[in-house]
């Protein structure tokens, strides 16, 4: 079971993205306050559970927190931003968009934006460690994965159903048969460097 709180007693939202390292498609950030009673054990950083268990616990977590929100940042405000800039931008839409504000940010990671009026404190990998991170982690991931899921229809010779436009072997061979579309990063390294040893 992970920590609850920081502090006991206050109002504290969890935020995570997912898609940081990803080709194609937005990075997608949450933001969750969870009740100060909420007891989870299956709750974990979402990268430690199978597909299936973090579908299982979306609506769980949706249905029993005091908040929650997802925010995604497009490909091309990607290129212009950086992915760090994006990913936090993510962070703040989220946190922006919360029923309730929060007396305190938890942060997943070692770097983040102060967001206007709400103090923050940043936690290395922890979505493995706070409660409220982890729902973080697995609602950005699951949000994430199902937008990809409905571009897959759209575009299926990519296979972003499957790879959710991570960097796989097959998404990269797509990308030199078939070029890049507009939900491609053009900032990122689409097609490995040809090197010296290949």
Same mark, same amino acid.
């Given at each position: 079971?992970?920590?609850?709180?920081?502090?006991?007693?206050?109002?504290?939202?969890?935020?995570?993205?997912?898609?940081?390292?990803?080709?194609?498609?937005?990075?997608?950030?949450?933001?969750?306050?969870?009740?100060?009673?909420?007891?989870?054990?299956?709750?974990?950083?979402?990268?430690?559970?199978?597909?299936?268990?973090?579908?299982?616990?979306?609506?769980?977590?949706?249905?029993?927190?005091?908040?929650?929100?997802?925010?995604?940042?497009?490909?091309?405000?990607?290129?212009? &931003?950086? /992915?760090?800039? #994006? %990913? =936090?931008? !993510?962070?703040?839409?989220?946190?922006?968009?919360?029923?309730?504000?929060? *007396?305190?940010?938890?942060?997943?990671?070692?770097?983040?934006?102060?967001?206007?009026?709400?103090?923050?404190?940043?936690?290395?990998?922890?979505?493995?460690?706070? &409660?409220? /991170?982890?729902? #973080? %982690? =697995?609602? !950005?991931?699951?949000?994430?994965?199902?937008?990809?899921?409905?571009?897959? *229809?759209?575009?299926?010779?990519?296979?972003?159903?499957?790879?959710?436009?991570?960097?796989?072997?097959?998404?990269?061979?797509?990308?030199?048969?078939?070029?890049?579309?507009?939900?491609?990063?053009?900032?990122?390294?689409?097609?490995?460097?040809?090197?010296?040893?290949?």
């Amino acid at each position: 079971m992970l920590q609850r709180y920081l502090i006991e007693g206050r109002l504290e939202a969890g935020c995570d993205e997912a898609g940081r390292g990803c080709l194609a498609g937005p990075v997608t950030a949450a933001a969750v306050i969870l009740p100060p009673d909420f007891e989870n054990e299956w709750i974990n950083d979402s990268k430690q559970l199978t597909e299936r268990q973090r579908e299982a616990l979306r609506p769980v977590i949706e249905r029993e927190a005091l908040a929650w929100a997802v925010a995604m940042v497009s490909p091309q405000e990607i290129d212009r &931003l950086n /992915i760090l800039r #994006a %990913s =936090i931008t !993510a962070m703040h839409r989220a946190i922006g968009q919360l029923g309730v504000k929060p *007396e305190a940010l938890l942060i997943d990671g070692n770097r983040f934006y102060p967001y206007p009026g709400i103090p923050h404190t940043t936690i290395v990998k922890g979505d493995g460690k706070m &409660l409220s /991170i982890a729902a #973080a %982690s =697995i609602l !950005a991931k699951t949000h994430r994965d199902e937008f990809m899921r409905r571009l897959a *229809e759209e575009f299926p010779q990519y296979h972003w159903d499957k790879n959710k436009g991570y960097p796989t072997p097959d998404h990269r061979a797509a990308i030199a048969q078939h070029g890049i579309t507009v939900h491609h990063r053009r900032t990122f390294t689409l097609l490995k460097q040809p090197t010296l040893f290949d």
